[in-house]
């Protein structure tokens, strides 16, 4: 009793307390039976308005569950939008592999996430566990795939004559332009669940301003973007100087300068659709410069990881065997490389694990999140 009348609102000159509460929709039959059992209470039920501050519940599968954990850093969506989980986990767990980029990392988290996964009995810990799982074991594949482990190259170790002649991505200089791809294609992502969004709210013709910037920027990618990248890539019907690529210039752009609002006048939407082109174009190049850091943070990584290599074997001179020098001499050398081993790769995998969960979540709340129209509440069910 003091509970409810400290939370309810009093009415009637105090002969009547009113409360206001939320329940799902599946459970809303059993909500009525409840109250149904106390003759002394009167309730109205509707849906959620627009117009009000409704309380958010996620429910995902079970691969983006574990991301819930992520957004919720920032934000949970509003209701009646659209919940970018989903959407955004392959590319967080993607980019965390990207940015700690070694294949001995990644084994290593792996096996810290099973442990914890074993210890956990549900809840947060077993979400984080799980997520750990899956950002080690992406970042295992992906550290193979750039022939890294532990700082040290595996096509010199498979005696290849380098990486260009091995079958492993060169990482330091093949994935500048590759990391800036994967911008563009997050980007071009959200700009699309943004259009599927307005079109929900809205409908299909309040979108066409931002359909036409689409068109516009996948055009410019498929034909000039794709073979900047790989000459191998060209589409032959579809290239800065063919028909198809002018016609789709053309409709993007009466999309976004002459339709962006289909209830004003042309002239001022010709105006406005100018100033926002402006505004796209210089925040675009923001958002897709913001990507190197992906290139980055992955080879900083690396090249810390391979100095510490260097000064374990320079340092005490296990490279250069027992030679005149005793066993114990030897063995000696090999302790200390050891302890250098340990010390540098912990600190490193410790380093390099914060800047692989903070960065790609950066990319998340900023460039993702804002092409892709996100609406934040601050209330969770």
């Not at 750039?146 to 010199?156: N, Q, V």
């Not at 991505?169 to 994967?182: G, M, P, R, S, V």
Request: proline residues 3%.
């Amino acid at each position: 009793n003091v509970k409810i009348h400290g939370t309810a609102s009093e009415a009637a000159d105090g002969r009547l307390v009113v409360l206001e509460g939320w329940a799902e929709e599946d459970k809303s039959q059993e909500v009525d039976k409840l109250l149904d059992e106390y003759s002394g209470v009167i309730y109205l039920k509707r849906n959620p308005e627009p117009e009000d501050d409704t309380p958010v519940k996620l429910k995902n599968n079970r691969f983006a569950r574990m991301f819930e954990m992520i957004g919720a850093m920032y934000a949970l969506p509003k209701y009646g939008t659209m919940d970018l989980t989903p959407f955004f986990a392959p590319f967080y767990m993607l980019f965390f592999a990207i940015c700690l980029n070694d294949a001995g990392y990644g084994a290593i988290l792996t096996l810290i996430g099973l442990v914890l996964l074993k210890k956990s009995s549900g809840g947060f810990m077993k979400q984080a566990a799980w997520l750990t799982v899956f950002c080690g074991g992406a970042t295992t594949l992906f550290g193979f795939y750039t022939g890294s482990l532990f700082g040290m190259s595996i096509p010199d170790m498979l005696g290849y004559e380098s990486i260009a002649a091995s079958p492993f991505l060169d990482f330091q200089n093949q994935f500048f332009t590759l990391a800036l791809a994967l911008g563009v294609v997050q980007i071009l992502f959200g700009m699309l669940l943004n259009i599927c969004l307005q079109t929900k709210l809205f409908g299909f013709t309040s979108t066409f301003g931002l359909l036409g910037w689409f068109i516009i920027l996948l055009s410019g990618c498929l034909a000039v973007g794709l073979p900047m990248l790989n000459e191998s890539l060209v589409i032959s019907w579809f290239t800065a100087s063919s028909p198809a690529f002018y016609a789709a210039m053309g409709v993007g752009a009466v999309l976004m300068l002459l339709l962006n609002n289909i209830k004003r006048n042309p002239l001022i939407n010709l105006g406005s659709g100018l100033w926002d082109a402006y505004n796209n174009i210089t925040g675009l190049l923001s958002d897709v410069l913001s990507y190197i850091r992906l290139f980055a943070i992955g080879l900083s990584g690396g090249v810390l990881a391979l100095v510490f290599n260097n000064l374990a074997m320079g340092l005490t001179g296990v490279s250069e065997g027992i030679g005149d020098g005793s066993i114990v001499g030897f063995i000696g050398k090999v302790i200390g490389a050891a302890i250098i081993l340990i010390i540098g790769h912990g600190i490193n995998l410790f380093m390099s694990t914060i800047s692989s969960f903070v960065h790609p979540m950066r990319l998340t709340f900023v460039e993702f999140f804002k092409n892709a129209g996100f609406e934040m509440t601050t209330r969770t069910f």
